[in-house]
């Protein structure tokens, strides 16, 4: 596991990727550092993947009850792209 974790608010400020929710697009800290962290553990079962990944960005960004369900389809859409583009 990589444990490259931001030094400071600043670094952390330049991880922040924009990911669209709900219709608003709203910013995600670690998000590539997080799904590479996951896609490097060779998970198979989309539950699975959706819930570590689910873990990850909880680290890093609140994520609201009322929203979870939102966060996790637009996650688990952002984790297939990059599979993707390999």
């Not at 590539?32 to 896609?39: L, M, N, T, V």
């Not at 699975?48 to 939102?70: D, G, H, Q, T």
Request: hydrophobic share 40%.
């Amino acid at each position: 596991m990589n444990d490259d974790k931001p030094c400071c608010a600043a670094d952390a400020l330049h991880r922040i990727r924009q990911v669209k929710i709900n219709g608003i697009m709203t910013g995600i800290t670690m998000l590539d550092e997080s799904i590479a962290e996951i896609r490097a553990q060779d998970l198979k079962d989309e539950p699975e993947i959706l819930a570590a990944l689910m873990k990850r960005i909880k680290i890093y960004n609140y994520i609201p009850k009322s929203v979870e369900a939102e966060y996790a389809r637009a996650l688990m859409e952002e984790y297939k792209k990059t599979r993707t583009k390999k």
